[in-house]
């Protein structure tokens, strides 16, 4: 059974960085593809960034802007986002997923089988 738990996450101000990380276990995540999404309340879950473990890309969503960034260290089953620059429309439960058969980084997250519960990130201004 896979799990993954993510970590990391917390309150704060603008302009600052937060590191979350997602830990798995259960399975070696070698071949799975990566990703981070998150979700505010009565919004739906949106695609934050996507590791590839087929050709090694990363994929990020639109507002990211270069601010994030997803690296990976699939021997020891964890996977990291690195936020900078936080704003407080960062704010957010943020969610790590898993699957082995998505198709490059996939930004849809119905395609997702595993997932975390989620961390929440709070950014004030």
């Known amino acids: 059974q896979i799990q993954l738990v993510e970590s990391g996450g917390g309150s704060v101000q603008t302009g600052d960085s937060l590191t979350l990380t997602c830990t798995g276990t259960?399975?070696?995540?070698?071949?799975?593809?990566m990703a981070w999404f998150r979700q505010t309340p009565g919004k739906e879950r949106e695609f934050v960034a996507s590791s590839s473990w087929s050709n090694g890309n990363t994929y990020y969503g639109d507002f990211v802007k270069g601010r994030f960034s997803i690296t990976r260290n699939s021997a020891k089953n964890v996977a990291w986002l690195q936020m900078n620059n936080l704003e407080p429309n960062d704010t957010a439960i943020y969610y790590c997923?898993?699957?082995?058969?998505?198709?490059?980084?996939?930004?849809?997250?119905?395609?997702?089988?595993?997932w975390g519960k989620g961390t929440l990130v709070t950014v004030s201004s």
């Open positions: 259960g399975r070696i995540f070698s071949r799975y593809d």
């Open positions: 997923a898993a699957d082995s058969a998505v198709e490059d980084g996939s930004p849809i997250w119905s395609e997702y089988s595993y």
